[in-house]
């Protein structure tokens, strides 16, 4: 019989009032070391057995994998594949799956159709896992409150992909969620403000120094290149320039500006295709940030340069 002596200060045995206890692994018991009293509630004391591997663990544990929202759809119904073998078999299953789909709820091929548009725009934007279960978890908030009738499931689902990007601060523009998801800008604004206002959701803005990391891991920026636009950028804050401004707009200027100053020839159209924006918001911006920042060394170098 495996047994072990257990001291817990917040648990007290009502007989004697005794803090020791010894804890039968095999029988799940709770016993007072001081005077033998069983302990009916047992509090959790962790898994009553010992695994040596992975295997073990998978085999011994009463509980399955964590929670997902991204797993309900595939729980909801099973599909019928199909049969290869006889003619009759391929007969029937034709006919099985036939029905399955006449009997299948229209929240369950909408609630499948919703994770599979998502799964397409989380791999077109390379999003993290976590983005994908917030955003089908708004998506189910969503149908529960009634909030998609009148949209499509595409516009719905590609409006809460946006809100969850933002609520976990990753990069992502409007601009590339319409690319990735071939919906109209003004009808995925206007999706994206009714379920902000209906769900009561408060969206913080994204860091600019957020998009300065990801646009230059696409450029193929160096280091010091980085550190200097992240520099520009947080005087741009103090000198709140960046208020009122589109992140993508500061963070490419800063970027631009940054390359100037370092040597690095890229022109503002190769910034701004990566950026998603036009190479006109990029000059306005950095001429807004030399105007008011006082950069006089790399005002100097634009105009000393012949390619800039």
Not at 46 to 64: C, F, P, V
Not at 169 to 179: G, H, L, M, P, S
Not at 183 to 192: P, Q, V
């Amino acid at each position: 019989m495996v047994q072990k002596l257990i001291k817990n200060p917040e648990l007290k045995c009502p007989v004697c009032g005794s803090t020791e206890f010894i804890y039968n692994e095999k029988t799940a018991e709770l016993v007072c070391a001081k005077c033998g009293y069983v302990i009916e509630e047992v509090p959790y004391l962790g898994k009553e057995y010992r695994t040596i591997n992975s295997e073990d663990a998978e085999k011994l544990s009463r509980t399955g994998s964590a929670m997902r929202y991204t797993n309900i759809p595939s729980m909801i119904s099973t599909e019928i594949g199909k049969a290869e073998s006889k003619d009759e078999d391929v007969t029937l299953s034709r006919k099985l799956k036939k029905w399955q789909q006449r009997s299948t709820s229209s929240y369950e091929r909408n609630l499948k159709l919703a994770q599979q548009e998502l799964r397409r725009i989380s791999s077109f934007l390379q999003l993290p896992k976590q983005v994908e279960e917030t955003a089908l978890k708004l998506y189910l908030d969503a149908v529960e409150k009634g909030l998609i009738r009148g949209r499509s499931v595409e516009t719905v689902i590609a409006a809460c992909t946006y809100i969850a990007c933002r609520i976990h601060d990753v990069a992502r523009t409007i601009d590339e969620i319409v690319k990735a998801s071939n919906i109209h800008k003004k009808e995925l604004g206007r999706t994206y403000k009714h379920l902000l206002q209906a769900l009561k959701i408060k969206i913080q803005p994204i860091d600019v120094t957020e998009y300065v990391h990801r646009f230059s891991s696409l450029l193929g920026l160096p280091p010091e290149v980085i550190s200097t636009a992240i520099e520009i950028v947080n005087k741009a804050k103090e000198s709140d320039i960046t208020a009122g401004r589109g992140p993508a707009g500061v963070a490419a200027a800063a970027i631009y500006l940054a390359c100037v100053k370092h040597g690095i020839q890229k022109t503002q159209k190769d910034i701004a295709e990566v950026a998603g924006i036009t190479e006109v918001t990029i000059r306005n911006r950095y001429k807004e940030m030399l105007e008011k920042l006082n950069l006089k060394d790399i005002e100097a170098k634009m105009n000393s340069a012949e390619e800039w």
